[in-house]
């Protein structure tokens, strides 16, 4: 492993890995536009080896990786007994060996100990890869333009509902049109890219708030269930065979509500009120203002200006809120990703209560 990481030693950067450049909103549009890269070195990278890795990991996790084709890439999710996400996994396999990409080295290596204890005698190999490889994110067919040695890249599935998921979300989705990527490569290979333009990692950060793309360091906590977030849409397939925390995915799409929403905050920039991670999130309840959630994610995007993810109860009105922040109140417009009446798609008739009159 590598002592300096030659992204923050190039001129302006500012963190390791960099935040960025000197101006993280000038850097998103060359981002997008597939002319710059983001060294996402600190996330962790797993490799499972071994001829029962697919189906192994099949019965482990949401999403159905029996047929992945190498090449092919999916996410899946790592749920309690009781349906709440535990680890979130991004997933492509080469044809030999399955590759893990998980936002930091904590949960890396907390998975690959999960994973260590449940090979039973199955002929698989679980290896935290960390220290080897590091990871870049950039958009378009090819980020790092051939150089960089790549053993790995991981295109991100957020831009149409993936084979046995399902949306909440109603009407246009932003995220159509999305074209990201992760590659692997060597970490001894990051000192070759001198030479490509980069971006900050709060400049990837905007654009994906943008795409309301959930993300298990930032939008993740203790009770979180995938609903919550729109997560069935890439992460779990529904009609797949049993895995830890199925009956509840199932019986929260199927008969129940999820319990809180994600939602897209387009905030009042005009008092440079900043908001962060963690910011209460207000609004009027039967004529008394109480705090409905909490902000996960916020940057300044280079169109919408001034953005933030927040999760809410699902009893919130989808009306205009108020974010409680450190130097004071910031008023914000919500646009809905997963609705009020998200789940109970199997649309059960309600039975009469026993006793009731009828009309």
């Known amino acids: 492993m590598t002592d300096v990481d030659p992204f923050a030693a190039r001129p302006g950067a500012v963190g390791a890995p960099p935040q960025h450049y000197g101006n993280p909103i000038a850097e998103q549009r060359p981002l997008r536009a597939g002319d710059a890269i983001v060294d996402l070195s600190d996330r962790a990278v797993l490799t499972i080896t071994g001829p029962d890795r697919l189906s192994w990991l099949d019965s482990l996790t949401s999403q159905s990786l029996k047929a992945l084709a190498p090449g092919e890439s999916t996410e899946t999710l790592l749920l309690d007994p009781s349906g709440r996400v535990e680890h979130a996994a991004r997933v492509v396999d080469d044809g030999e060996t399955v590759w893990l990409l998980l936002d930091t080295r904590e949960s890396g290596a907390a998975l690959a100990a999960f994973l260590d204890r449940m090979r ?19 958009f378009g067919a090819d980020p790092l333009r051939g150089l960089g040695s790549p053993v790995a890249v991981w295109r991100d599935p957020w831009a149409e509902i993936t084979r046995g998921g399902h949306q909440y979300a109603q009407g246009a989705h932003p995220a159509s049109g999305w074209d990201y990527s992760e590659t692997v490569i060597p970490r001894a290979a990051l000192a070759e890219l001198d030479e490509l333009p980069a971006a900050g990692t709060l400049a990837l950060e905007a654009l994906r708030i943008e795409v309301w793309r959930p993300r298990a360091a930032t939008e993740l906590d203790a009770t979180t269930l995938p609903h919550e977030l729109d997560w069935l849409r890439s992460a779990v397939h529904l009609t797949k065979g049993c895995y830890r925390g199925q009956e509840t995915v199932a019986k929260v799409h199927n008969l129940g509500h999820p319990p809180r929403r994600l939602v897209l905050l387009h905030l009042d920039g005009s008092q440079n009120v900043v908001v962060t991670p963690g910011d209460e999130v207000r609004a009027v309840v039967r004529d008394a203002e109480t705090v409905v959630g909490r902000v996960t994610a916020s940057a300044q995007h280079h169109e919408l200006g001034p953005i933030a993810l927040a999760v809410l109860k699902r009893s919130a009105p989808e009306g205009d809120v108020v974010v409680l922040a450190e130097d004071g109140e910031v008023a914000a417009a919500q646009e809905v990703i997963v609705p009020v009446d ?3 798609v199997a649309d059960v008739p309600r039975l009469p209560r026993l006793g009731a009159v009828r009309r």
């Open 342 to 344: 998200a789940g109970a």
């Open 120 to 138: 039973f005698m199955l002929r698989v190999e679980v290896a935290d890869r960390s220290d080897d490889f590091a990871t870049l994110g950039g």
